[in-house]
């Protein structure tokens, strides 16, 4: 079922770019592509709709400009926000104040230093939060998981006793974002000297 929703997709972005050329527009015309469905294969979609895992969260997009570079894959996290502002930016329209995002061509200009940017996603349910290597994930209402991304993808470990500041600063982003009764109360970290410098010397 799945498969052929793809193919009817595929048919229907197909006719439209076909339309398009035929208009003679292709020339100067934006194309942004996504999906609601991860592109993990292992991902079942349609399943746990409520899911905010990586698998879930990372999503195809295509994006092609006039004038743009061809071919080249960029692996920085993006947002919805920041597909808003490519829009603006190939109609030439500078985007409100208020907008939180960057363009996507600025965001693969410097495709190393993005990830550092946090993001939140949310249900009605969950919530995920991603700042560099460290995702803190869970119920709301109640203490996320936090994992390290790039040492265990697939998130089983918590790692909140072992990086306490991580877990401090990722609580602290999701309660700016969503309000702090979103979370229970939970303990602060309060090292003494020699561990918060250990900590800053490990990157913890």
Known sequence: MHGKAILAHDAALGRLVAHVKGLGRDVDTTWIVTGDVGVDAAHIPFIDDDSLDEAALSVPLVVKAPGSPAHTRVSTPTTSVDVANTVLEAFGLPPPKTLHGEGLWTLAARSGDAVARPMLATTTSRFSARWGNFVLAGLQGRDGKLCNVPLEPDCISDVRATHPLAAELMRGLVESQLG??????????????AAASALRLWGR
């Open 180 to 193: 702090s009764s979103k979370l229970p109360p939970g303990p602060r970290s309060n090292p003494d000297s």
